[in-house]
């Protein structure tokens, strides 16, 4: 791991060391000259005395059999940490809560482009193939501080995006359930996903992903003119451009901390993808300006309401989509003079009778697959 370059770098070496202090001897002394460059009056300036400390602390974090990095145990339960930043992905693997195994890696400038829950995701699958000898044929618990894919992992695999669909594939060789922990417990990954080791040898994965979406994306029952114009309006609708950062960076922890403008896509924030456009699932989200349009090219043959809803939803997606379908169809006037009258059967009031049995009425019925006849 190489040396802090600024403050922040700093207080995450020293998050991390306190993070493992009770297995840490002398930890005061040893990490006093990284406190030294904390300090507001001082100028930041890595020099030997700083340098020295680190090669310390790297030597106690990962000597085999010394107070920190432990053995690993086949009867303990294993945990798996994992964290995505900006630039790479780290992971650590746990038994006890100390750590057995540490591993990062570099983002490729593709992957550096992904969505944060994509890079999360693959923190997790880089994670579980790093330390295969471990978690291979073993039930194990993964740790992540992104919290929809909790829900993700335990829904059907066709339900979720496409990049999410190859991941999630090379992950079904693992037994594993994934929980949800804060970031700030996540001191480990997060350090090491921050300072990651040049290595990026997953260009295989990366292959994959690309040619599965392009996959998705050429089997859209759409034109591919269509298909442009409402690319270019995507480009142009103010609040799909606020969706696409917002689903880039990843969403804030509740709704009211959300952008106005796309609360309506909180409900579905999990499901949503972006693939030179924005997709839900392999349903195409049409941009506002492109709605009414869309509307008329649905009632186009004026089919009735639930066989237009059932053939937008194939191909089409818009927050309110089927309600706005409701009142079209409900307010067309061609529909309205030609759809079917059920003639009402006019009531046909019977004689009184004047004495008992005078009148007898029957009917026939079926009550649990046996027949009934009925007199009154």
């Known amino acids: 791991m190489p040396a802090p370059t600024d403050k922040k770098g700093v207080e995450r070496l020293l998050g991390t060391v306190n993070y493992l202090g009770k297995f840490t001897p002398n930890r005061a002394t040893i990490t006093e000259p990284f406190r030294v460059l904390l300090r507001k009056d001082i100028e930041f300036q890595w020099s030997h005395e700083q340098d020295k400390a680190l090669q310390e602390i790297k030597s106690i974090l990962t000597k085999d059999g010394g107070p920190v990095l432990r053995f690993f145990d086949v009867q303990k339960p294993v945990t798996i940490s994992c964290d995505a930043s900006p630039t790479g992905l780290g992971g650590v693997l746990l038994q006890d809560r100390r750590p057995v195994a540490y591993a990062s890696r570099s ?70 359930t994934l929980e949800y922990k804060p970031g700030k417990e996540l001191v480990l990954p997060d350090m090491l996903s921050r300072a990651p080791l040049p290595e990026t040898a997953y260009g295989s994965m990366e292959v994959e992903i690309a040619l599965h979406v392009h996959l998705v994306t050429s089997n859209l029952p759409v034109s591919k003119p269509k298909l442009e114009e409402i690319k270019e309006a995507t480009v142009d609708d103010p609040s799909l451009k606020e969706l ?4 880039k960076l990843g969403w804030p922890e509740t709704k009211s901390q959300t952008p106005a403008n796309i609360q309506i896509y909180w409900n579905v924030r999990d499901q949503l993808s972006e693939v030179e456009g924005v997709l839900k699932n392999d349903r195409i989200i049409v941009p506002s300006s492109m709605r009414k349009e869309m509307l008329q090219r649905i009632h186009q043959g004026h089919m009735g309401i639930e066989k237009s809803k059932r053939q ?18 409900s307010s067309c006037t061609i529909c ?3 759809q079917r009258q059920n003639m009402k059967e006019p009531m046909t009031p019977s004689r009184r009778p004047s004495k008992p049995w005078e009148i007898v009425a029957t009917d026939l019925f079926t009550w649990d697959k046996s027949e009934y006849r009925l007199i009154l």
Do not use: C
């Open 244 to 247: 696409k950062e917002t689903f």
């Open 107 to 176: 983002l490729t400038d593709a992957e550096s482009r992904y969505a944060q829950i994509e890079k999360e995701l693959l923190a997790v699958q880089f994670s579980l193939e790093r330390f295969n000898q471990y978690t291979y044929g073993k039930r194990v618990t993964i740790e992540s501080d992104h919290k929809p894919l909790e829900a993700i992992v335990k829904n059907a695999l066709a339900s979720a995006p496409p990049r999410l669909q190859r991941i999630l594939l090379r992950m079904q060789e693992y037994d594993y």
């Open 336 to 338: 309205l003079q030609h």
């Open 312 to 329: 937008a939803r194939d191909v089409l997606y818009w927050p309110g989509m089927n309600s706005q379908i409701s009142d079209m169809i």
